[in-house]
């Protein structure tokens, strides 16, 4: 059984007097291995951000199921959706989401303080992961005091506190220079090697080729998919680019 199953997802919004309505997903359908990094593309509205939404458990579709480690996201209670998604879910934001009146190290530790663990073993959580992404030195300042990319690292790192069976990230060097994109992307392909699942939603072709693969979203459906197999990271952002183009131009490209 794969990590994450999306099946035949829709999502239909009504507008404020219910007299229209508007189909972000029309029938998206895709399944992710424990381990993989991928990356899902697409132009504004073409339904990507509302897919997040839903794998993130903070929407439900209004057709089709999401299945993470076999369990049905759309049959749990709201409160029991919370805990599954502190417990197996892990998020990075564009805008970090960091608390500006918290350290950097009550920041990391703040899903752990939510699930009532006890501080030493919140210590122990967070020593290994800040260690590994140089911030350890850090973590008694406060957001205002560091740079963007180390918020971002601070981030990456509450989002690893609590263990998550897949790691999503939206627009994650959105906000960063080209040096600290470039930094965040290694971290964040090293964290994958090590087993780490990850989603990616991109608008950066450099940030998708280090991904395995690439999902392309476009009018709410799947339009393409470009896995990297034995190409390096040159060769896939080349593809990357070509698919791009193709995308833009309202073209129909078969999978690669």
């Known amino acids: 059984m794969s ?20 189909t972000a997903l029309k029938d998206v359908h895709f399944s992710v291995e424990e381990g993989e990094f991928v990356a899902i593309m697409g132009e504004s509205g073409s339904g990507k951000t509302t897919l997040l939404n839903i794998m993130a458990a ?6 089709g199921n999401v299945f993470v480690d076999g369990k049905d996201m759309s ?7 919370t805990m599954f998604r502190r417990d197996n879910l892990g998020f990075i934001f564009q805008d970090f989401n960091l608390l500006d009146n ?10 752990l303080v939510l699930a009532g663990k006890k501080y030493d073993e919140m210590v122990d959580r967070m020593m290994p992961i800040v260690k590994s ?6 973590i008694k300042k406060y957001p205002y005091e560091i740079s963007g990319g180390q918020k971002q690292r601070v981030a990456i790192a509450r989002s690893l506190i609590t263990n998550p069976r897949i790691l999503l990230a939206d627009e994650p060097t959105g906000a960063l220079d080209s040096k600290a994109s470039t930094n965040l992307l290694k971290q964040l392909g090293n964290i994958n090697k090590n087993g780490q699942t ?35 990271r040159p060769q896939m952002l080349d593809k990357i680019c070509d698919s791009v183009t193709v995308l833009m131009r309202g073209g129909d490209d078969s999978e690669q």
């Open 58 to 63: 903070l929407d439900v579709p209004t057709f």
């Open 75 to 81: 049959r749990l209670k709201d409160s029991e959706r």
């Open 133 to 138: 992404l140089g911030i350890e030195d850090l």
């Open 102 to 111: 918290f350290s950097l190290e009550d920041n990391i530790i703040l899903p």
């Open 3 to 22: 990590l994450l199953e999306v099946n035949h997802i829709k999502k239909v919004y009504k507008t404020r007097f219910g007299g229209n309505e508007v």
């Open 198 to 232: 990850i989603l990616m939603v991109t608008h950066s072709n450099v940030a998708a080729s280090y991904a395995d693969r690439v999902m392309f979203i476009k009018d709410g459906e799947v339009f393409h998919q470009i896995y990297k197999g034995d190409m390096t």
